[in-house]
């Protein structure tokens, strides 16, 4: 066993560190597929999702009030939207550390893995982000056709971010979209506006769940 199988041996026997302690439904498989091939393996990914996240001015981790890694529709957002204006304080889901807001926004660290509340005179955004994902790659050579390969399926963002030891690709894709959606308790946007930001995500993450099986077939 060289040094990268031992490398990727102790990547993959270790615990999932994001805040959701597991892949993603819609890219299971395509991680699946690169981690059994010999010169490969990822080291994180997102299949592409919808988040109504604390807009916080400072650094520091994201809190998630709500994460969907599915189509959504209007029905479910509004009643997101409400129950956060409705509240006086509201559970938050932390990304990497788990934080406490206050109502003027500073951030106090505590314990991981635990949920907390924050005021809600804090600015809420929406965001639909698209598929990402990292690969370790064994040599340049092999960087370079994945590369090649997931660029044929559609990612038009891709590079490598780091070379010596391994080689680690970015494949980002492209559709995305980000706005304030509250402010101070107060919904921004009309109802069919909500309608058209629903459709338009659905039809993003549709588009990233596609590249992800395209990429599957082609390895």
Known sequence: MNS???????????LD??????????????????NSLENFYTTSSCSGRIV???????????LFVNVWHEKINVE????????????????????????????????KFKKKDQRSSIGLNLNIKFK?????LHVAC??????????????????????????????????????????PIISEGKILVEDEFLKLIVEKSNENLKK???KIERLKNIL
């Open 4 to 14: 990268f199988q031992k490398r990727k041996k102790d990547v993959l026997s270790k």
């Open 52 to 62: 109504l996240i604390v807009d916080n001015s400072k650094k520091g981790p994201g």
């Open 138 to 179: 064994e040599s340049l050579e092999q960087s370079l056709d994945f590369l090649k390969k997931a660029r044929e399926v559609g990612f038009k963002r891709g590079g490598i971010i780091s070379g010596g030891k391994r080689f680690v690709l970015e494949l980002i894709g492209t559709e995305k979209l980000e706005f």
């Open 17 to 34: 560190k994001s805040s959701k302690r597991s892949w993603d439904v819609k890219i299971v498989s395509l991680c699946e597929k690169i």
């Open 208 to 210: 990233s769940f596609g």
């Open 76 to 107: 479910e957002l509004k009643k997101s939207l409400e129950k956060i204006q409705k509240s006086d304080t509201l559970r938050v889901y932390p990304d990497k550390f788990s934080s406490k807001i206050s109502t003027k926004g500073n951030i």
């Open 128 to 132: 639909q982000e698209p598929v990402i």
